[in-house]
């Protein structure tokens, strides 16, 4: 009976999500993407099933439904209510979480101690753990850099923090030659469990080289991981993932993202870093996005939805790898895809993705596949300039619209 | 090649001579005071017109013209044990034999790309490393055979991963300028300069991270890290970058120059502002010496407390160990611009000739006993040799693994498994 309490809790809670008009973009419902638990899904006419489903269908208008992973079990549903964070919170409970777990874990970066992160993401750390395991460096990205590395070749488990992840281009030759490559120069004799974080992305007249978009400069680099998060749910998540695992992961975070409200669960829990997320099932066309597009995509949506179409939008948040299970069950459903991205048109992330389609699922596809990305400008300062540099939400309707031509 | 103008006249320093026949070596002086102001040199030139010919660099008055270093008046309190002789010698004639096989081998075609072979530099690999157990680590650049071989690598996998088998210390995936073996503590071998600098840097770091925040402490103090690089990667960010992180931090890190006065073809002295680069250590706070790299004994003394500071928490030290490759830059280098009187200077020098001299003029061993250890080194390069000779190439089935130290990270592929799970990943066949 509580468990039935609590389901028409969450029900309302969704319904008010739905009509309370301006979507707070970080309340979207949170898709549980994972292979651990139960999953809940909710159905536009108010039922809930529990189980897996195919993609909930009913009625003309799809609400913002729970999404289902037709294989796997879910994360689950939070047994207790959880707890509402921001997702810069949510990012230092995942890292926190890790640091009394395993004392190997340790923290380096400018301002990263004192200051407690310059987007407050370690916040407190340093008083609790010490200066030492919370390490503010000098400002030599490419040094500190090597430092973490070195470091996590004898044994710690270091995440280092660029301040802004375009400064990590002062450490593109450690990242490069030794993170990415060393396990495999020397044999599988020296492993690199570092984490690389910061945010990036074009945020609010930040200029150009505060607008960065590394991702796509990073993806060739064999033996890198890279993830984006985009939630809080998610950032906590593929935080700890990260730690934890053994391969160096680059963990994007997007400037404009940190303030996110979301409730998340209160028991522990780790996503998988190469799993992408379905944030909402659909028929008509395929969506695949990351990080800050999410939410342009999500608007989009709605107003998609309101002209009659059911569009499915995948978070692929696992850069490099793409996770083409998920990406090719909804092309082989919808047979048209979209992708959206905050990348340059030239060399980023779509175009990869767009060639990894191409080539593992090309006769499934009934039409070209579209790459919505930023321009191939420097970002500029000036508020509307900036504005057309990155996709908006109607260039998404209109291509939604061409597609499903 | 004195095209350019200004040669540095050193301003006066006390010019306190630390080696002299009677002083104890124990009580080197740079460590008992880190003061900047003072950096206590030891440089043995005795004229300052050495030094306006650019292309000599000072020399070391301990085999040309003064006595050696314990000389046979005080053959009695010799500064090295007969063991250590005996140690210290074998390590140099394998460095220098080992070496030599490389470039029989290479242009009998049994290795390729770029090798840089370490001829001459043996009494700083040496001289240092022989001071190390096993936990300390080292760090080097391409020019690393020896340094892996001074640690402890085995010849056969040195000579096994120079060939490119699958046996060798990195499975043949590494090469030349890459040799790494963890049980060692060798963290590479890397091939751009300065590279290795920062990691070394993250390794004295754990060290002092696992002392001071694991609480794992040990008896002897801090393991230690070596950086060896060259004259060339001193003037490289990387390099001051990682000064100053060490001495913020007092890491358990010795920085180890090769000054062998050229990087490739540029000559340290038309590179670098101020070409001495033991000065640069006090700026950051940290002692500077400078040593002659020909003499394995100064060096060994110098490197005993460089390495005792480290391992008792004072901070690193920057050693510039004035040294000489007698080869060239690499076995592509054809090694035209160097003169023939500085190459004649420098192999009259030979620190294993020298050593020779010191250890039968102070009776330590006798010759035919350093005889058969030229032999017994002999036949460890031959045995090694054949080893790499007939050991397998790698099969393709290697060509994935390791890229990943977990290989869940190739990703999800269309058929829901993870790509490594696919049957052909094994054959290194998968499309990834």
């Known amino acids: ?405 | 090649m004195s095209a350019f103008s200004a040669v540095k006249i050193l301003p006066s320093h006390p010019i306190a001579t630390v080696r002299s026949a009677s002083h104890k070596p124990s009580a080197a002086p740079f460590l008992s005071s880190p003061s900047f102001s003072s950096p206590l040199l030891h440089n043995s030139s005795s004229s300052q017109s050495l030094r306006s010919r650019p292309l000599l660099a000072v020399s070391s008055d301990v085999l040309s013209s003064q006595k050696p270093l314990g000389s046979p008046s005080s053959a009695s309190n010799p500064v090295v044990t007969r063991e250590e002789a005996l140690e210290v010698y074998e390590d140099m004639v394998l460095g220098r034999s080992f070496e030599d096989m490389c470039a029989q081998m290479y242009y009998r075609g049994k290795m390729f790309g770029f090798v840089h072979l370490y001829n001459g530099q043996e009494a700083v690999s040496t001289g240092f490393i022989k001071l190390l157990s096993n936990a300390d680590s080292v760090v080097s650049t391409y020019r690393d055979h020896v340094h892996a071989l001074s640690k402890g690598v085995p010849a056969r996998a040195v000579m096994a991963e120079l060939f490119g088998k699958e046996t060798g210390c990195c499975r043949g995936q590494g090469g030349s300028m890459h040799m790494f073996s963890a049980p060692h503590n060798v963290l590479g071998g890397f091939a751009f300069i300065g590279e290795g600098i920062p990691v070394a840097t993250g390794a004295a770091f754990s060290a002092k991270y696992r002392h001071e925040v694991l609480k794992e402490s040990s008896p002897h103090g801090l393991d230690v890290t070596l950086a060896f690089f060259g004259d060339g990667t001193c003037n490289n960010g990387q390099f001051f970058e990682c000064l100053n992180m060490a001495q913020l931090w007092k890491l358990p890190i010795v920085f180890v120059v090769e000054n062998n006065l050229w990087a490739i073809g540029m000559s340290h002295l038309r590179a670098t502002s101020d070409p001495e680069i033991w000065k640069k250590g006090p700026p950051f706070g940290m002692p500077g010496v400078h040593v002659d790299g020909m003499d394995v004994l100064k060096v060994r003394e110098v490197a005993k407390e460089a390495i005792a500071r480290a391992r008792r928490g004072e901070g690193p030290t920057l050693v510039e160990c004035e040294t000489y490759r007698f080869r060239g830059h690499s076995l592509a280098d054809p090694d035209e611009l160097r003169k023939p009187d500085e190459k004649a200077h420098y192999a009259a020098r030979d620190p294993i000739t020298a050593f020779k001299k010191y250890i039968l003029e102070n009776n330590l061993a006798s010759e035919s006993e350093l005889k058969m250890i030229e032999k017994k080194i002999d036949d460890v390069i031959e045995e090694a040799v054949e080893f790499a000779d007939s050991s397998p190439l790698p099969p393709r089935s290697q060509l994935l693994e390791n890229v990943f130290a977990d290989p869940k990270g190739f990703g999800i592929g269309p058929d829901g498994k993870y790509r490594c799970e696919d049957p052909k990943f094994t054959q290194g066949t998968a499309q990834v």
């Open chain 1, 1 to 405: 009976m509580a468990a039935a309490l609590q389901m028409a809790a969450l029900v309302s809670s969704l319904s008010n999500l739905i009509t309370s008009g301006k979507s707070r973009p970080g309340s979207l419902i949170r898709s549980p993407a994972g292979r651990k638990g139960g999953i809940l899904v909710v159905r536009s006419d108010g039922r809930i099933s529990g189980g897996f489903s195919a993609s909930p269908r009913g009625g003309n208008l799809i609400a913002n439904a729970v999404a289902a992973k037709a294989e796997a079990p879910a994360s689950s549903t939070p047994s207790k209510s959880g707890h509402e964070l921001l997702l810069f919170e949510a990012l230092r409970e995942g890292l926190e979480e890790e640091m009394d777990r395993d004392p190997r874990v340790c923290v380096m970066g400018e301002d990263v101690g004192h200051y407690g992160g310059s987007y407050k993401v370690t916040k407190g750390l340093a008083t609790k753990y010490g200066d030492l395991r919370v390490l503010d460096t000098p400002i030599a990205e490419n040094s500190f850099t090597g430092m973490g590395i070195g470091a996590a070749m004898m044994g710690l488990r270091p995440v280092v923090e660029g301040m802004n992840m375009g400064f990590l281009l002062l450490a593109f030759n450690q990242i490069s030659n030794n993170c990415g490559m060393l396990h495999y120069t020397s044999g599988g004799q020296f492993k690199i469990p570092i984490v690389i974080r910061g945010p990036g992305g074009v945020g609010r007249q930040l200029g150009a080289e505060h607008s960065q978009r590394l991702e796509s400069y990073f993806q060739s680099i064999p033996g890198l991981q890279m993830v984006a998060c985009s939630t809080p749910y998610n950032a906590k998540g593929l935080m700890k993932a990260a730690i934890r695992s053994e391969n160096p992961v680059v963990l994007f975070e997007h400037v404009l993202l940190y303030n996110l409200k979301e409730r998340i669960p209160d028991e522990e829990y780790v996503l998988c870093l190469e799993e992408a997320e379905m944030v909402r099932p659909g028929e008509h066309v395929t969506i695949l996005t990351y990080s800050r597009m999410r939410y342009h995509v999500m608007q989009a949506a709605k107003t998609l939805v309101n002209k009659g179409y059911d569009p499915e939008v995948i978070d692929i948040r696992s850069l490099k790898p793409f996770d083409l299970y998920t990406i090719g069950n909804s092309i082989k459903k919808t047979h048209r895809v979209l992708i959206v991205e905050e990348c340059m048109r030239t060399g980023g992330i779509g175009a990869s993705l767009r060639s990894a389609i191409i080539d593992n699922f090309w006769d499934y596809l009934d039409a070209p596949i579209m790459c919505l990305s930023s321009q191939d400008v420097p970002t500029p300062y000036a508020g509307t300039l900036e504005d057309w540099t990155v996709v908006q939400p109607p260039q998404i309707v209109a291509a939604v619209e061409q597609l499903c031509q």
